[in-house]
Structures are given as C-alpha cells and as structure tokens.
C-alpha cells in the first residue's frame, strides 16, 4: 500500500468512527490532534521552504517522504513532518543617521595693530655683556647669552626655559635658529704670526636642542648662513682659490710686503696681476701669484650642507660668485647673490628665481618663503613658487635699522637719532598695507647704546608674537641694559 492509499484508507476509518461514536471516549480528541499538529507543521514547513526554493520543490519533497509501517492498531497512520529551522534573514532596516548641524563660523576682526607692554623675562640677565644674540625659530623667541653659556626659549615671549651649552661658540658674531636649533657663525678675520697678517677660518656653532655644540671650520670668511626645514646651508667667501693662491685685503698685502700700513703708501697700484708701490722714496713691483696671492677681486664663493650640523657636504654647483644673503623656510632655502633670486627645496639643488634690481637684503622667513627689501622701503615676496609680481606694500621709511617677519606679519623699526622716533615702528599683517603702532612713551625715552658691537634695537617676529629689544647705554660702560617689549596683534 502507497502513501496515498494508506492517507485514503486513515480518512475513511476516520469517518466511520465518527459516524458510530467514539469506542475509546478521548481516542477520538488526541487522533484529532495529532491530525491537527501534522497539518500545522506541514503548513508551516511548505511556506518556509516555499520562501526559499519555491513551490515545486516543496511538493517534490513531501511526496518522496519514506513511508512508516503502519503498526498493528485501529489507529490511522499520519505522517508527521518536522519543523525546518531557518536563520533569521539580515534586517534591512537602514540605522538612523544623526543631523549634525553645520558649525557657525565667527568672523575673524581684522588686525588692526601691535600692542607693547614691557616685559623682564625670568632667568635672564637685564645686563648685556658678551656674545649676545635674540633670534626666532618660527616657533619660539630664543635668546643666546654667551657669557653664562645659555640659550634661554620662549613660545609666548613671557615663559621661558633655559639650557646651558655644551661646546665652543667663541667668536660669534651673528645667530640664526629653527625650532629649538641655533646656528652661531662668525671667527675669520685675519692674524698675525710672524710679522704675517693671514686670514684667519670661519667657523660655524650648531647648537643642538640638548645644548651640545658642533663646530665646524671653513677656509673662508662667512657670507650668511641659512637655517630650515631641509637642513643647514653656509656660504663662505673662500680665503683661496682652486690654484691655492689667497684672497687677501690690500691691507694685509700691504703691510705683509712692506711693514707699513697702507695709508704710509704713495702709490698702491695693480695690473696684470703686478702689484706696483711707492713709498719712501723706494720703487718696488711684485707678481702677486708668485707671493701666494690671487689679487683684490671678490672672491670666489662655496657653499656646504648639513642635515644635522654635524656631517657636511659640498655644495658642487653653487650658483653665482659674489656675496650671498640666505634664509631657511619650511619649504626649503632662498637668497639672494648676483642681483638674482634664488631658491633651492634641499640646499644642494638651486635654480633661479628671477632678477632682484634693488633688493639687497631679506627680511627674514615668511609664509613659507622670505621677504626681500630694497633700500627704498620696496618689498616683495619670494618662495619656491617664484617672486610675487606685484610689490607688497611700500614702507614709507628708507634704510630701516631693524626688520622682522614672521607668521604673524612684517615689522619695520625706525631710529631718530639715539631713540626711537614716534610712529617708526611699522607693522603688516599681510603685508598689504602698513599701520602705525602706538608707541608707549617708556620705549621713546630709551638712549640707544649705537655701537659695532651691538644693534640699538633687535627685532624678532615668530607665529604669534613680536619681540624688541632695546640695548639702552650705559654710560662709562662697555655694556648695556637690555630692554624687552612684547607685541601682540590687537583686532576690533
């Protein structure tokens, strides 16, 4: 007997039991539900399968079920299907996206100026003596104290830190710096050793963060040293040139040929590479190659760099050959030799950026390049991209004493006299336009100590602030009275 006669044959005895009553009382009721269970289960199983493999499938499935033998009962035979578990199908409900409304911009108040107050900064002596020198690191005002052998950081010109160094930085005439890294250069000039006057080396001191000191050498005086991103570059005016013959003063050859200063000298003549002179009487011509020496001309210039101011390396293709003014940026290194602009992202690599008629010196670093000005208060913008066409705003003043520049803007500092002259000081944020600081009547009434070996007024820029330091004289003394005020940006 098949599936089908076996259900066929249950459904009738079904009908006759209900027909003739119920021989076993409740046997009826649990034949019903277990009849009602198994239609349940298979309906419930058919839509399932139904959802995911269709329709046919499913009658496929349940007519090939294996039969179950009948036991030996008057009860009709069901099949029963069991459940079919299925997971649960992913939610494709999307996550409720949170509005976040949009950030109110407050507009930002024009700069309309510095304002001074006078600082005494802690840690530093008010008395300046020795080797000196304030400079920005773009970040932070530093101050170099040669006598105690400190270098002394600020970032807002009002907290300072100090360590001491560690190494030579004898003979220091000029500091650059970058973040916590100072480069003091200086040394060369001439000596004397045997009745000879010879020039002496220049010499560089990198002053580590630690306050280590490195110190390098050079066969030439130092033309300028740059500072920046990318490394160190030092520009040397040789002492010789490739034949070994020295670059010398006409004082130094002077004295070295005759014993007398070039002033006791009639006649001091050269053509040809022959030294002709007159004095006392006696006539005398001397071929400068064969004493050593390469003439009066300008000497030749090297170049060299260093990624950490301790290992160097040439710089074999320098370009042009007369003095160099430098700076380091963020985006690498400009400066100006030979009446051009130029520019180098490495410090061994230059190209040039344009012609500078004029522009004799930089400001300094600015916006990721250098400010460059001539001597008739005319500046203009250079980077890696080029020289900015069209000239920045014109200062008004000729041959300013002081400059700085720095993210924060451009300062131009004035003198009348031995004070400062009111409205001198200049300030631009942008260098579009320049606006007049207030002066505070204690900074005007300052006497300026104006000598060789120190500048009246030192100005520094970084980021955020400005920095003056005054060296007021001190009268019958070789020293000076430092006097600090710091600038900061005002806004309506």
């Not at 009738?12 to 649990?30: C, K, L, R, V, Y």
């Not at 104290?145 to 970032?155: A, C, I, L, P, W």
């Not at 131009?412 to 300030?427: C, F, K, P, S, W």
Request: with cysteine.
């Amino acid at each position: 007997m098949n599936v089908d006669e076996r259900i066929r044959s249950a459904l009738e005895s079904d009908a006759a039991e209900t027909a003739h009553g119920d021989p076993m009382g409740s046997g009826s009721a649990m034949k019903k539900g277990r009849r009602r269970r198994t239609t349940k289960r298979v309906g419930a199983a058919a839509a399932v399968v139904a959802g995911f493999v269709g329709s046919v499938l499913l009658a496929s499935s349940v007519a090939q079920q294996p039969a179950t033998e009948a036991p030996s009962s008057t009860f009709p035979v069901t099949t029963v299907v069991e459940d079919v578990e299925v997971a649960t199908a992913p939610s494709t409900t999307l996550p409720t996206t949170e509005v976040v409304e949009p950030a109110v911009v407050e507009p930002v108040a024009p700069i309309t100026g510095l304002e001074w107050h006078q600082i005494a900064p802690d840690g530093i002596d008010p008395i300046g003596t020795g080797i000196t020198g304030l400079v920005s690191g773009g970040d932070r005002f530093l101050y170099i104290d040669g006598s105690s052998r400190t270098v002394h950081s600020s970032f807002d010109g009002l907290k300072w830190t100090s360590v001491r160094i560690d190494g030579s930085i004898g003979g220091m005439f000029g500091f650059v710096a970058w973040h916590d890294t100072v480069v003091g250069f200086g040394c060369g000039g001439a000596s004397s050793s045997g009745g000879q006057i010879a020039p002496s080396a220049g010499c560089v001191s990198v002053i580590h963060p630690d306050g280590t000191a490195s110190r390098r050498s050079f066969d030439g005086n130092i033309d300028d040293v740059g500072i920046g991103q990318s490394g160190i570059v030092v520009i040397v005016a040789n002492h010789h040139d490739e034949d070994g013959l020295s670059y010398a003063s006409e004082d130094q050859v002077a004295w070295n040929l005759t014993g007398r200063d070039i002033n006791e000298i009639d006649v001091f003549d050269v053509a040809d590479g022959v030294l002709h002179v007159e004095y006392d009487d006696q006539v005398a011509d001397y071929v400068l190659s064969e004493l050593g020496y390469a003439g009066f001309g300008e000497p030749s210039r090297s170049g060299w760099f260093s990624r950490d101011g301790v290992e160097w390396i040439p710089i074999t293709d320098l370009p042009a050959a007369t003095s160099w003014r430098l700076v380091g940026t963020e985006d690498g290194f400009v400066g100006i030799s030979g009446g051009l602009v130029w520019h180098s992202s490495n410090g061994l690599d230059w190209r040039e950026l344009g012609g500078s008629p004029g522009f004799e010196s930089l400001l300094g670093r600015w916006k990721g390049g250098a400010v460059l000005a001539a001597e008739t208060g005319s500046i203009r913008y250079a980077s890696g991209i080029g020289i900015k066409e069209s000239p920045l705003a014109t200062t008004g003043l000729v041959n300013p004493l002081e400059s700085a520049s720095g993210n924060v803007g451009l300062v131009i500092v004035a003198i009348e006299g031995e004070t400062l002259d009111l409205n001198q000081i200049l300030y631009s944020p942008r260098g579009e336009e320049w606006i007049s600081t207030s002066t505070p009547p204690e900074m005007l009434d300052i006497d300026l100590n104006i000598s060789v070996w120190h500048l009246p007024v030192e100005a520094v820029a970084t980021d955020a602030n400005v920095m003056l330091l005054l060296n007021q004289d001190i009268e019958g003394e070789d020293r000076t009275k430092l006097i600090w005020f710091l600038g900061t940006p005002i806004s309506d």
